[in-house]
């Protein structure tokens, strides 16, 4: 079975600049999640999607950060303008809507913002 | 609100010694209880979780953890730690009275298993 996937693995650029990260979840998950993960720190969540609705977007800075899941299967996460405190690795997890299923992870995408 | 600690930074072990990492948990409800552990540009892979039943839960690796509602706690544990086990690693709980699936993880600790 294949796992998360994400794209790119490295980003770096300057602050004030716009950056989009791809996920694509494990295939049948309808829930979708994005984290922040700020170095020293535990994951953080930013968003998360039931197919492609949202169910929660309580700690995303809505006023630079944007998401979307358009046909419930792979996301989009963007940032802009882009801060230097953005500087992290975000994570994309999947998992069925089983509430006590658990999440899986991909690899991250590590931003550094100059 | 649900909250996890993580008290050490930091747990040094030679191998082949038995290994603890120390994880306590604050939630409203039940919990539904979590260990992930993160390798060098690698994401969180999943070792074990505790929904219900039996308190010792066995995972991945060897690891094994030890679930204590009275003292809220969910101990990482192994019997004989590998150089290999050497990462960071994370405690996430759920509040399985809450109608998401949002986990809150703790600030993580990093095991280092010498020679």
Known sequence: ?114 | AQSVAQPEDQVNVAEGNPLTVKCTYSVSGNPYLFWYVQYPNRGLQFLLKYITGDNLVKGSYGFEAEFNKSQTSFHLKKPSALVSDSALYFCAVRDMNTGFQKLVFGTGTRLLVSP
Do not use: M
């Open chain 1, 1 to 114: 079975e294949a796992g998360v996937a994400q794209s790119p693995r490295y980003k770096i650029i300057e602050k004030r600049q716009s950056v989009a990260f791809w996920c694509n979840p494990i295939s049948g998950h309808a829930t979708l999640y994005w984290y922040q993960q700020i170095l020293g720190q535990g994951p953080k969540l930013l968003i998360q999607f039931q197919n492609n609705g949202v169910v929660d977007d309580s700690q995303l800075p809505k006023d630079r950060f944007s998401a979307e899941r358009l046909k419930g299967v792979d996301s989009t996460l963007k940032i802009q303008p882009a801060k230097l405190e953005d500087s992290a690795v975000y994570l994309c997890a999947s998992s069925s809507t089983v509430v006590q299923e658990t999440q899986y992870f991909g690899p991250g995408t590590r931003l550094l913002v100059l």
